[in-house]
């Protein structure tokens, strides 16, 4: 790409990034899982990304939240989220995904998912229109052993009551993304069902509220070997905005150092490396708590790595060369 081409770029790319930046302005609880390092493992986001552009990789997260938090009322354990998940293109308009997930609590309370996806890309001009779906199960537990009902007048509290109960629903979404060599711009549906964990009872009810997000990202190339990459995710359900954004600087696209920030959350710190010649990438954050400091621990830490599958070259066998004098192989 010459200078005057990233130049080009920069300047389309500086508003997008400013803006997705920008326009995070209110917060409020999370519902779904959620990473600190999402950027970075694209598939999680959207499943419009599952086979983007041909890449296949396999990638683990692995998230201690508020690290050393302890309760004198629920049962043992930690706050924190396992997510593992593979991205795979089969042809260059085809790929799929799959991820499954693990998120638990001291109390008693824990969710899984595993999802497949599925995704169809397009070239259209300069760009790329990518379009994914995605189904899997959603299992929510509650152990009646650990788990600390405030009202008992609650319907929930004679159905976990010194038992551990679990269900397990259907889940659907749906995500498109629109990509160019230097941004990207992306919407997504979650939990379209909107499934509703009864636990077989009459008088329980507790739907996954759908999901509606909005993410993007930028690249800007500083100079020979630095390049930016600002980053935002806008999420909505139930009435309420769940935004936060960062960026991440690169050397050389081998290291990088960043920032991001979740408003009414936590401010985040992160780093990575890639090794191997860009097989094996390697990443760390640690989010600092903003909100309700006095009721959590300050700490949290997420790791992450994503191993890159090369792409499978089939060798051909040379055919022989006959000459009237000699003859190779």
């Known amino acids: ?22 326009i995070a302005t209110a917060s409020f609880a999370q519902q779904s899982p959620q990473f600190s390092i999402f950027s970075a493992n694209s598939n999680i986001v959207n499943p419009a990304f599952s086979g983007w552009k041909t890449n296949n990789y396999v990638a683990l997260q692995i998230r201690d939240q508020w690290s050393g938090y302890t ?29 499954f997930y693990s998120d638990k609590t001291p109390s008693g309370v824990s969710q899984q998912l595993i999802q497949f996806q599925g995704a169809y890309h397009l070239n259209k001009g300069n760009g790329l229109w990518s379009f994914g779906v995605a189904f899997g199960l959603q299992t929510k537990s509650f152990d009646g052993r650990a788990f600390r009902v405030r009202d008992p007048n609650d319907p929930v ?22 990509s160019t060599d230097s941004w990207q711009l992306g919407v997504t549906a979650d939990h379209l069902t909107a499934p509703n964990f009864d636990f077989n009872g009459a008088t329980a009810s507790m739907p996954l509220d759908r999901v509606f997000a909005l993410h993007g990202s930028a690249e800007i190339p500083l100079s020979d070997y630095f390049d930016v990459l600002p980053y935002a995710l806008i999420r909505y359900y139930s009435g309420q905005i769940v935004p936060e954004g960062g960026a991440r600087v690169y050397y050389d696209k081998l290291i990088y150092a960043g920032a991001a920030y979740r408003n009414g959350d936590a401010a985040m710190g992160l780093v ?10 390697i990443g760390y954050s640690m989010d600092i708590t903003t909100s309700n400091a006095l009721n959590k621990k300050p700490l949290s830490h997420e790791v992450f790595l994503r191993f890159r599958i090369p792409e499978r070259t089939i060798r051909q066998k040379p055919a022989p060369i006959r000459t009237p004098r000699f003859r190779i192989l």
């Open 272 to 281: 990575g490396v890639s090794i191997l010649q860009n097989k094996l990438d």
């Open 71 to 99: 309760t004198s009322n629920d049962g043992a354990g930690t706050l924190g989220t396992t997510w593992l998940s593979g991205s795979f293109g089969i042809t260059s308009k085809g790929g799929l995904g799959v991820q």
């Open 157 to 178: 509290t004679n159905l976990v009551s010194g038992s551990a109960v679990s269900q397990t629903q259907p889940d659907f979404g749906l995500g498109a993304v629109y």
């Open 1 to 22: 790409m010459t200078r005057k081409t990233s130049l080009v770029n920069w300047c389309f790319s500086l508003p997008v990034g400013l803006f997705l930046l920008l």
